[in-house]
């Protein structure tokens, strides 16, 4: 079995600052691992993944993740938020199955 | 490309009513498909997961039921509506092989009264 923590419930970040959301994960087999966006009252967006070889992978909208396997982590980066970046952010394992993370709120300010 | 859609898209329902909510998805063939629901302020909890017609496997011992009539069609049904039903419902699909990414339809919102 797998899990996720996502260790921010809540960021707030003004225009234009980078923002870092943390994930980290444990699992007793190789996992897959994924980043998605929910805006209010939409679905889940896929914002990137790590299946495989390149430990930095770049999704859309300008986001990025760093899988460490030592540290177990998939922390999300963006160097300038933009004001639609306001959403909901899951970090997701697979596994056996796809576990997800509580979520994390980030509220871009101007 | 692969498109899913989900309907309704919201739902005012009254207690003890039935349920009945509809996901299909286009653009691929025997996907894997899922049923997840979202609590207001919480992550996703898996409902049920089918890999084929007929296949469904249930994660959660609940009010809920789900079917998958032809491949490419999923339903999320009730009996009888419980106010802890209310949720924002999630399906998401899968490629057969090499399924390890999903992806999500727009939801449907049911509030339970």
């Known amino acids: 079995a797998q899990s996720v923590t996502q260790l921010d419930s809540q960021v707030p970040v003004f225009e234009e600052a980078p923002v870092e959301l943390r994930c980290n994960y444990s699992s007793s087999v190789s996992v897959y691992l994924f980043w998605y966006v929910q805006y209010p009252n939409q679905g889940l967006q896929l914002l990137l993944k790590y299946l495989s070889g390149s430990t930095l992978v770049k999704g859309i909208n300008g986001f990025e993740a760093e899988f460490n396997k030592s540290q177990t982590s998939f922390h999300l980066r963006k160097p300038s938020v933009h004001i639609s970046d306001t959403a909901e952010y899951f970090c997701?394992?697979?596994?056996?199955?796809?576990?997800f993370g509580a979520g994390t709120t980030v509220t871009v300010r101007a | 490309s692969q498109t899913i859609h989900q309907w309704p898209a919201t739902l005012v329902q009254p207690v003890g009513s039935p349920l009945s909510l509809e996901c299909t998805v286009e653009?691929?063939?025997?996907?894997?498909l899922y049923w997840y629901r979202q609590a207001a302020g919480r992550g996703l909890q898996l409902l049920f997961y089918s890999v084929g017609i007929g296949q469904i496997s249930s994660e959660v011992p609940q009010n809920l039921s789900a079917s998958r009539p032809q491949d490419r069609q999923f339903i999320l049904s009730s009996k009888k509506l419980l106010l802890s039903d209310s949720g924002f419902y999630l399906c998401?699909?899968?490629?057969?092989?090499?399924?390890?990414?999903?992806?999500f339809g727009p939801g449907t919102r049911l509030l339970v009264l």
């Open positions: 998401a699909w899968s490629p057969l092989s090499g399924g390890e990414t999903q992806y």
């Open positions: 997701a394992v697979s596994g056996d199955k796809l576990s």
């Open positions: 653009g691929t063939s025997n996907p894997n």
